[in-house]
Nanobody, 128 residues
Framework: QVQLVESGGGLVQAGGSLRLSCAAS????????MGWFRQAPGKEREFVAA????????HYADLVKGRFTISRDNVKNTLYLQMNSLKPEDTAVYYC?????????????????????WGQGTQVTVSS
């Protein structure tokens, strides 16, 4: 098992930036593919970004491509999401997720139902 704890959310004006962190504990962090998802009120949880275990391969949702950057530090056991040029429509609870069996060369990395481990979420609110 792995335990995930997100931090770094908050209130920011449109055009601003935030950096989310996800601290992992338990199993060896580098064996997990990692993803960021978000869920706005009344909407389904949606994929934001994913990163591979050690090779640095990344994928992004079209809505955030060019604005958000996912990264990980396997020494610090931490996942990051740098969010720039934030928009009001980015407002949501952001979750990090981990799974041992997902590979970014496949199709499952964007599906929340394929991830086994989740953090509790951190609220991001972007004001206009």
């Amino acid at each position: 098992q792995v335990q995930l704890v997100e931090s770094g959310g908050g209130l920011v004006q449109a055009g601003g930036s935030l950096r989310l962190s996800c601290a992992a504990s338990g199993r060896t962090f580098s064996i997990f593919a990692m993803g960021w998802f978000r869920q706005a009120p009344g909407k389904e949880r949606e994929f934001v970004a994913a990163v591979s275990r050690t090779t640095g391969i990344t994928h992004y949702a079209d809505l955030v491509k060019g604005r958000f950057t996912i990264s990980r530090d396997n020494v610090k056991n931490t996942l990051y999401l740098q969010m720039n040029s934030l928009k009001p429509e980015d407002t949501a609870v952001y979750y990090c997720a981990a799974d041992r069996d997902i590979f970014l060369s496949g199709d499952y990395y964007s599906r929340p139902d394929k991830y086994d481990y989740w953090g509790q979420g951190t609220q991001v609110t972007v004001s206009s």
